[in-house]
């Protein structure tokens, strides 16, 4: 059963392009649906990581607004960062997943045991994937990954029961 799920932010929980306002600042687009299954997928107590490489104000305040507090931004070395979230949470590479669209991605494909790869990602990152998603990233790619996990392992149940209440 996947517990773990980590997530490249740029062409993964967006759609790859980075916007700039007149003054320098940076804002990012991100999917209300891609929240919603993240938010569930919390609910469920499954935990989230985001390793991005790049620093983003952006990605920092929609990680908070989810609840994700392992978000980790700027990191070179995605296969170390993941062994270590890995580690903290005691989890082997079949119990986590991971979403990723580029070359920088591959590291942390190599030590996750399920790997998606939006319909956006790169052709070198496609060969290391294990499924390859219908959306892109940034337009429910992440969503439509957490509901494969949620019907692989039988939880559909336990999201609607989340949402009766």
Known sequence: MIELLLLDVDGTLTDGKLHYLPTGEEFKTFDVQD??????????GKKVAIISGR?????????????????FLGIEDKRQKALEIMQKYNLQP??????????????????????????????????????????????????EAIDYIIHKDGLEGKILELFKK
Do not use: H
């Open 94 to 143: 079949q119990q986590v997943a991971c979403v990723g669209d580029d070359i920088n991605d591959i590291a942390m494909f190599e030590v996750c045991g399920l790997r998606f790869a939006p319909l956006n990602a790169q052709e070198v990152l496609k060969q290391y994937a294990d499924i390859f998603l219908k959306r892109s990233g940034g337009n429910g790619a992440v969503r």
């Open 55 to 71: 620093f983003s104000q952006s990605t920092l305040s929609r990680a908070r607004d989810l609840g994700i507090m392992d978000c």
């Open 35 to 44: 929240g919603m299954g993240l938010s569930y997928w919390l609910k469920l």
